[in-house]
């Protein structure tokens, strides 16, 4: 009788180190693991739940804030430790990400800070309602005397660096581009608004920029040509516009209607998504650095942070003192978000609430790598959607969502109630992307 054995060397299956993980050999047939499956998705529900477990987004406050409400704040593109923040009472703060701590404060304007950006020298352009917008050199021995000062006619209410040339754009009464090298505007960009909210260069194109007005309106200019190109009205008033870094016609506004809005601006007649789930006028939105994501702080005291390509937010930050929000900014490294409410604090946020900013073995990685991997396999499972989705929300928040929910369905009753009762095709369905937009009017 003849008998064949595998031979295989043991040196193949034994670690060159003790720290070294054995190699083991497997057959991935699936006739050999009938309960693959349902291990995967064990595994799949203990990695959602203990994601909810470690869940700790609030990481600390910068200092000790401002004396009264955080209104602006304004990260260096160029750095990932380093922000400005401006308050109610005319004070501006640069701090140290690092250590939280304060770097400097400065006397800037007398009332509120509306605006601030970071120019690429990496000095500092603040402006206020006392009609004046000032240049702050941070690493000067005297920090306090500003390197220039330009005079607006009147109160200015948002500021916005070019990406690559000494230019800026304010908006006020109307929208005015200037030379850093000059004194007075040096273009005219208005159109129609008696007051303009807020403007935002385009960082990838960056000859555009766009602004919101008092009359609900959204507007594109073209530096290029000193003259808006194409406005789109809507119901309610935008707050806030922010361009995503990634797709360079992508912009995401903040509106007073309780939701934020994604728009391609070369066709501004349909929104490309709607981000719902706040229960009060949104006051500020920023994308992430890598942008697949974007936050947004509201008048409901809390923060949410959505998906791109989702229309529901995936978390929501609150705290017991925090109160309503007025801006909100990713950092640069898109792991921490920070926020600024009306009672003076800024806080810093994770932007993954179970995340932890150790060092990580290569056997942690790979296991939350697997972990990923099955959560998004499975994410439709019933138990694991239900557990994935359930956030704690203040009683406030509940019980204005649960109101909003009947307005909502009493609506919707109502116009079917009169779709059926009236003539074929007289009532049309009105889109969900579509039914905020009044009108898209370009300029001649």
């Not at 295989?8 to 180190?17: F, G």
């Not at 209104?71 to 380093?82: E, P, Q, R, T, V």
């Not at 230019?167 to 008696?194: C, H, M, Q, Y």
């Not at 939701?259 to 939105?285: E, F, G, Q």
Request: hydrophobic letters at 35%.
């Amino acid at each position: 009788m003849i008998i064949k054995t595998l031979s295989r060397s043991s040196d193949t299956y034994l670690p060159a180190r003790s720290t070294e993980i054995s190699r083991v050999s497997r057959n991935l047939d699936p006739s050999l693991h009938p309960f693959e499956r349902a291990r995967e998705y064990t595994r799949a529900l203990n990695a959602t739940k203990l994601e909810s477990v470690f869940a700790a987004p609030f990481v600390g406050q910068l200092g000790n804030g401002h004396t009264d409400g955080v209104y602006s704040l304004a990260k260096d593109f160029g750095k990932i430790n380093s922000v400005a923040s401006g308050s109610g009472d005319g004070t501006v703060k640069f701090w140290d990400l690092t250590s939280r701590d304060q770097h400097a404060s400065i006397s800037a304007h007398k009332g509120i800070v509306k605006g601030l950006t970071v120019t690429l020298e990496g000095n500092l352009l603040s402006c206020g309602m006392d009609s004046t917008v000032k240049l702050w050199d941070v690493s000067a021995p005297d920090s306090s005397v500003p390197l220039k000062t330009f005079l607006g006619s009147s109160g200015f209410t948002g500021v916005d660096h070019h990406r690559s040339r000494p230019t800026f754009a304010t908006s006020s009464s109307k929208v005015e581009v200037w030379d850093l090298n000059r004194s007075k505007p040096i273009s005219d960009l208005s159109w129609g608004a008696d007051n303009v909210n807020t403007v935002k260069f385009n960082q990838s194109e960056q000859s555009i920029l766009a602004s919101t007005g008092s009359d609900r309106s959204i507007v594109i200019h073209d530096t290029r040509s000193s003259s808006p190109v194409q406005k789109l009205v809507t119901s309610m008033r935008s707050n806030a516009i922010s361009w995503n870094p990634m797709e360079a016609f992508v912009f995401a506004a903040a509106n007073e209607d309780f939701n934020t809005y994604l728009y391609d601006m070369r066709k501004l007649t349909r929104s490309l998504n709607v981000y719902k789930n706040h229960v009060a006028a949104v006051m500020d939105v920023d994308f992430s650095p890598t942008g697949q994501e974007l936050v947004t702080g509201s008048y409901d005291k809390t923060l949410r942070i959505f998906r791109v390509r989702d229309g529901h937010s995936r978390d929501v930050y609150h705290t017991k003192r925090m109160q309503r929000l007025f801006c909100v900014k990713f950092t640069m490294d898109a792991k921490y978000i920070l926020s600024g409410s009306d009672e003076g604090n800024i806080r810093v946020w994770r932007s993954e609430a179970s995340s932890r900013s150790g060092a990580q073995s290569a056997r942690q990685r790979t296991k939350l790598e697997y972990d990923a991997a099955l959560k998004e396999r499975y994410k439709n499972m019933p138990e694991i959607r239900r557990i994935s989705r359930h956030r704690h929300v203040p009683s406030h928040i509940k019980t204005a969502t649960d109101i909003m929910k009947i307005e909502i369905a009493s609506r919707e009753r109502k116009e079917e109630n009169v779709r059926r009762r009236s003539k074929k095709g007289s009532v049309p369905y009105s889109k969900e992307r579509e039914k905020h937009i009044l009108g898209v009017a370009l300029k001649e």
